[in-house]
């Protein structure tokens, strides 16, 4: 990638571009909650969800939101990992993933180990997709329509 993206928390005045984002990247199907869950994170939340945005010359380009998991302080979880079709494939998603789980591990963490997980679903339209994988991931159960859960293990080794 040429320019690295510039990577912000989702403010209230992004809300409609990165749901329109999220629609290109995605499917028109999932801009109603994408739009419930990108606004969940935008004020006190008792998940310690947070929406992050990557843009390149001033349009966002990519998302990714964490969110603590209910059952374990110490695990959290990624969503809406995404990236405008014209900015798949040049890093905006991995630069993203880094980002998340810096914050998570720097923030959240404070250092002490901690897991992030994952539902894969690049792998039911391309089972031989390496995505996360190619960033430390590793294959874990699968859910019900049969995307494994990837997991990753922060500030230590599992």
């Known amino acids: 990638m040429a320019a690295q993206p510039v990577i912000d928390i989702l403010k209230e005045s992004d809300l409609d571009e990165a749901v329109a984002m999220l629609v290109r990247a995605f ?3 999932f801009e ?7 606004q969940r994170s935008l004020g006190p939340n008792p998940d310690a969800r947070i929406t992050f945005v990557a843009r390149l010359d001033g349009k966002i380009v990519g998302t ?3 969110m603590m998991d209910y ?3 110490d695990t959290y979880c ?3 990992v995404g990236a405008d079709p ?9 630069a993203l993933m880094a980002h998340a789980e810096n914050h998570i591990a720097r923030d959240l963490l404070k250092g002490k180990p901690g897991t992030v997980i994952i539902t894969d679903y690049t792998r039911i339209r391309n089972p031989e997709s ?3 994988t190619s960033q430390g991931y590793v294959p874990g159960p699968l859910t019900h329509n049969g995307a ?10 599992a």
């Not at 014209?86 to 991995?94: F, I, K, S, T």
């Open 78 to 80: 990624l969503f809406w």
């Open 64 to 66: 990714v939101q964490c």
């Open 27 to 29: 499917d028109s199907r």
């Open 71 to 73: 059952v374990h302080t």
């Open 130 to 132: 390496g995505y996360y």
């Open 86 to 94: 014209d900015y798949q494939g040049v890093g905006v998603g991995r």
């Open 32 to 38: 109603k909650d994408a739009r419930i869950e990108l």
């Open 148 to 157: 494994p859960v990837m997991v990753k293990i922060l500030n230590g080794e």
